[in-house]
């Protein structure tokens, strides 16, 4: 827990306190937590803990078990690439894989710079314009390998700003 600034811990306590009332409060203290820091390291896992009384061991399966929980940092731009039934037979893995290939992580990963993460996800709700990317919520329509060049040049030259 040394990690963590004083700042950090009044601030994960107060979010526990928050959910205080509720027979099930894990969810919406992992929710907000994730929400506000981006991530959810093990310390702060020990810090739910004892806050909560769940065992850590609960609190790590869950954060491991859903996709939206991370237990690492993400990068400014987070790729999250539609792999659901609809994208997957329009050729999604290829789009994942041009990706991967190009910016040298993995799903899950995030790049040494901290700019991009890629994520393989289910159904994002836009089939109809499949294979679906979307990045920081703004959502590409019909991806092609041939497109992702295109797409990382757009962030890239964003950059940190
Ligand atoms: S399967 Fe990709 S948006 Fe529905």
């Given at each position: 827990m040394n990690h963590l600034s004083e700042a950090a811990v009044r601030q994960i306590n107060e979010i526990c306190d928050r959910y205080a009332?509720?027979?099930?409060?894990l969810m919406m203290i992992l929710s907000d937590i994730q929400k506000e820091y981006g991530y959810i390291p093990l310390e702060v896992q020990e810090l739910v803990s004892e806050r909560t009384g769940v065992p850590v061991a609960e609190i790590y399966g869950v954060v491991t078990f859903y996709?939206?929980?991370?237990l690492t940092p993400k990068g400014k731009y987070v790729i999250g690439c539609c792999l659901g039934t609809a994208c997957y037979v329009k050729g999604a893995q290829q789009v994942i894989d041009k990706f991967s290939d190009m910016l040298g992580i993995k799903a899950g990963q995030t790049t040494e710079d901290g700019l991009f993460t890629i994520d393989a996800l289910r159904c994002i709700g836009a089939c109809g314009i499949a294979p679906a990317v979307s990045i920081n919520g703004k959502v590409y329509p019909k991806v092609s390998p041939a497109s992702v060049a295109g797409i990382i040049e757009e962030y890239r030259a964003k950059g940190n700003n």
């Open positions: 009332e509720e027979q099930t409060p996709s939206f929980f991370s």
